[in-house]
């Protein structure tokens, strides 16, 4: 069992071990933007490729772009972003902190629900669902707050602001004079980088529907409730892949990539009971969204969604071909006929999954009397798969150890440690998560053998020189979560 009731360790591990800092700490930190570390990167690069190899190399049908961070500013509007990308939010003048207007009723129903006073708790919820059909949504949800006197969770004040809509999107300037018109936003999504390259695709890649595009990148939204570590973030990565299929298959193609995604997060050695499907009820689907259901994890802060499958409908290219005046027809010429495709989008976060990894991985354990910390990572995934320790800095030891770094660096991330007891060297790389720990003893100079200590069970077995790869290998293909 993971002994997580916090996130708090996981910060703390992920500091003093470097793979997550926060940005700019010398400076005294920037909310909610992180920095990977020498561990981090390496974790962070592997989860990335293990998705890109499932999406592309997995599927002969889906192909791959890195679209620029910068679009064209009516990209936005095409995509509803610069209308609707927005978040009600409220601020208690006297603590001056700013609020999700919907997110602080969602609480207050949650604390009258634990308080036994239900029937209270489900009218203010239907209040709720019901927002912005009595006047505007913002004016519903400030009514909601003012009757029901939902004081500031932090100062206890009843002291509000009006509920106004605040967007998501970052702005910044094209050019040396600055002017509206060169204004310019972060993307706060990498799916529309894929949109508007549908065209480009298709007509330079041997691509007919149905077929899909693969993307990562960095996103940004300037998120007001942004705490919870690398959960959630101003500066974050995504990996997306929209699927582009003829109406009327959207639905069965819908299901399949929730299935296809749910199972390759259990791929990644996420155990199963820690990883669940919800899909969103009708009347609280994106704009653009025909269905909706999030992979939920049960992170320590709760289940938390790490990705989103959508059926985007034709909604995305429908709004490109009228903004733009350029035509997002496909023509099917095996049945002679044309029209624009439904998408299926799949889109998770990489730094909420990194997060989900480490939190499933994190263990305690209690040795001989001492607190082990393990990370119990998938063996692909692990940024140092294997840890070579000479017993002791003899140079006959060193010899043979180095030579072995120097033949499994081609095929496995390998670290050389020399220093402090060998239990301390273990306990280190356990931290880090390394599957293989091999020691170089005087006993195996001898008979040409190394000792494999595996970091789940801290088993050890004396293996010959020239099948350490074997054994390391059948070990990653073998690995189970435990
Ligand atoms: N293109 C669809 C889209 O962007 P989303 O549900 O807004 O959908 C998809 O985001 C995924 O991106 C989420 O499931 C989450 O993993 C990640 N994500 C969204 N906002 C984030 C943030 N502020 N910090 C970290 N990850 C975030």
Known sequence: MSNLDSLDKIVSLAKARGFIFQSSEIYGGLSAVYDYGPLGVELKRNIRNAW???????????????????????????????????????????SKKRYRADMLIEQYIMKLDKDGKEDKAKEIQELLDTSGTRKSLTEDLYDIIIENEI???????????????????????????????????????TAQGIFVNYKNVMDTSRVSVPFGIAQTGKAFRNEVVARQFVFRMREFEQMEMQYFVEPGTDEASYEEWL????????????????????????????????????????YPIGWQEVEGIHNRSDFDLK????????????????????????????????????LMVLCD????????????????????????????????????????AKKLEMELREEFSVQ???????????????????????????????????????????????????????????????????
């Open 416 to 482: 050389y440690d020399e220093s402090g007891s060998i239990g301390k060297r273990y306990r280190r790389l356990d931290e880090a998560g390394t599957p293989f720990c091999i020691t170089v003893d005087f006993d195996g100079l001898d008979d040409d053998t190394v000792t494999i200590r595996h970091r789940d069970d801290m088993s050890q077995e004396r293996v010959p020189l020239d099948k350490v790869a074997d054994v390391i290998r059948t070990g990653m293909n073998n690995w189970k979560p435990n």
């Open 361 to 400: 991985a994190y263990r305690e354990e209690e040795v001989d009397g001492d607190k082990r910390v393990v990370l119990k990572l998938h063996p692909k995934l692990a940024p140092v798969q294997v840890g070579i320790f000479p017993l002791i800095k003899k140079p006959a030891l060193q010899e043979v």
């Open 151 to 189: 004081r500031s969770p932090d100062s206890g004040a009843f002291d509000w602001t009006e509920v106004r809509q605040f967007n998501l999107m970052f702005k910044t300037q094209f050019g040396a004079t600055s002017s509206e018109e060169d204004g310019v936003y972060l993307r706060p999504e």
């Open 259 to 298: 299935e296809k995604r749910l199972a390759w997060h259990k791929s990644i050695g996420i155990r199963e009971e820690h990883l669940r499907t919800a899909p969103h009820p009708d009347d609280k689907l994106a704009h653009y969204a025909r269905a909706a259901a999030d992979i939920q994890y049960k």
């Open 52 to 94: 890109w190899k499932e999406m592309t190399r997995r599927h002969d049908n889906v192909v791959g772009i890195d679209a620029a961070i910068f679009m064209h500013p009516k990209v936005w509007e095409a995509s509803g972003h610069v209308g609707g990308f927005n978040d009600p939010m409220i601020d208690d003048k006297q």
């Open 319 to 354: 709004q490109h071909q009228e903004y733009s005046g350029k035509k997002m027809e496909y023509f099917d010429q095996k049945n002679q006929k044309r029209y624009i495709p439904y998408v299926i989008e799949t889109s998770v976060g990489l730094d909420r999954l990194t």
